[in-house]
């Protein structure tokens, strides 16, 4: 059970994940009823006994294996490019989080406030907590606040880097030179991981994400103290 766990999505924890997840299994359920048809005429053609030496033409079942590959694209296309509209919209961010991209460590600076700005390196093994996890938790986690609309603006200061949250249903490429950006919304409170989705050197697999999601008087406590 638990090698059929890992074979799952992350949980959803922004309202673009779910719709993801939902795209995901749609398309999956779709596959698997064809495959289910496709399986069972293969297996009828092989044990019946039914055979038409003479038939040279079948004008409606061409039509019908012709048109159903279309109708069933279209029940596939349709909520992929609502997704895909969905995820390049940016709309009115409250809040803006740079983020940039070195070899091999991030950093992040809150583009709305003044000196709010720091490095986010991996923990070293040695140095993790009871509750941490282990090349996965970093020094300084990117504080954000839940049921806020944020803009993320993604860059790279050397090589090619890629910024990437499974559970937030985001991942922007880190270009040195190009700006790109994303947008989210958390809709619950909790830490995020994430990991360079890019190889872009020998430490490439050290260089994880964390965000943790509080509710807004916590995040304004947190931008005070700093």
Same mark, same amino acid.
């Not at 559970?167 to 880190?174: E, R, T, V, W």
């Given at each position: 059970m638990a090698t059929w766990g890992n074979l799952n999505l992350q949980d959803a924890a922004? !309202? #673009?994940?779910e719709q993801l997840i939902f795209f995901h299994d749609h398309t999956l359920m779709i596959l698997l009823m064809i495959t289910v048809l496709v399986m069972y005429i293969m297996i009828s053609m092989t *044990?019946?006994?039914?055979?038409?030496r003479t038939l040279l033409e079948g004008?409606?079942?061409e039509f019908i294996w012709t048109t159903m590959p279309a109708v069933i694209l279209i029940f596939i296309a349709l909520p $992929?490019? +609502? #997704? #895909? @509209?969905? /995820?390049?919209?940016?709309?009115? !961010?409250?809040l803006t989080l740079k983020t940039i991209g070195h070899q091999w460590y991030w950093s992040y600076e809150y =583009?709305?406030?003044?000196?709010?700005?720091?490095?986010? @390196?991996?923990?070293p093994t040695s140095e993790l907590m009871n509750n941490e996890f282990r090349l996965l938790d970093v020094d300084n986690r990117v /504080?954000?606040?839940?049921?806020?609309?944020?803009?993320v603006l993604v860059t790279a200061a050397?090589?090619? +880097? =890629? *910024?990437t949250v499974p $559970? #937030?249903?985001?991942?922007?490429?880190? /270009?040195p030179g190009r700006l790109n950006q994303g947008s989210f919304n958390i809709n619950r409170p909790g830490l995020m991981f994430g990991q360079c989705s890019e190889i872009c050197g020998a430490n490439h697999s050290f260089m994880p994400i964390v965000i943790e999601s509080v509710p807004t008087n916590m995040f304004i406590k947190w931008l005070n103290s700093n």
């Open positions: 922004s !309202p #673009l994940m *044990w019946n006994k039914l055979i038409n004008q409606m079942i $992929s490019l +609502h #997704l #895909l @509209y969905l /995820i390049d919209e940016i709309n009115k !961010p409250m =583009s709305d406030f003044n000196n709010v700005e720091f490095d986010s @390196y991996m923990k /504080i954000l606040p839940m049921n806020t609309q944020i803009r050397d090589v090619l +880097h =890629s *910024w $559970s #937030l249903g985001i991942k922007i490429d880190a /270009i």
